[in-house]
């Protein structure tokens, strides 16, 4: 007897989410969301200077680890428009994290394998559909997990 694999989708919050990224990165997400092993959560897209500097604060001016180098004005994120050099109102960067036991998991025991569950089955979609893409979990500094990228042309 065949089990029935569970097809997991994106929410309302992943959907809006994605809203201003690039589409070559939403396709793959929205593809990969369709057969991925564990369920996730789009929780970060498109981000403003304001949004970026306040996360650019945290382990200088704020409280929590240092969790980018991009401070949103002389060095942007790739979650900002013009990262690639393009005005274009497209970023070309998402965070997620992995949803289980009811919720979006952010600092659960399991967080991490989960999302290198997650970022083996995104890579290898990405690759399948033709678009290369970056992890972070595969950075040394900084070493961003719930990170992804469009790998940008040289």
Do not use: C
Not at 39 to 45: K, L, M, S, V
Request: aromatic share 8%; net charge positive; no cysteine.
């Amino acid at each position: 007897m065949k089990t029935k694999k569970i097809q997991y989708k994106l929410g309302e919050r992943s959907l809006k989410n994605l809203q201003g990224v690039h589409p070559d990165l939403v396709k793959v997400m929205k593809t990969a969301i369709t057969n991925s092993p564990v369920d996730f959560t789009i929780t970060n897209g498109l981000r403003t200077i304001a949004e970026q500097q306040a996360i650019y604060a945290k382990g200088r001016t704020k409280p929590g680890p240092i969790v980018t180098y991009a401070d949103g004005v002389k060095h942007l994120s790739n979650h900002q428009d013009e990262a690639d050099g393009k005005k274009d109102g497209l970023g070309s960067a998402v965070d997620l994290y992995p949803f289980f036991l009811g919720q979006v998991q952010v600092n659960h025991k399991d967080t991490i394998a989960r999302l290198k569950e997650i970022a083996a089955h995104i890579k290898k979609t990405a690759q399948e559909l033709g678009i290369a893409i970056e992890w972070g979990g595969d950075w040394v500094k900084p070493y961003d997990p719930p990170h992804f990228q469009l790998k940008r042309k040289k």
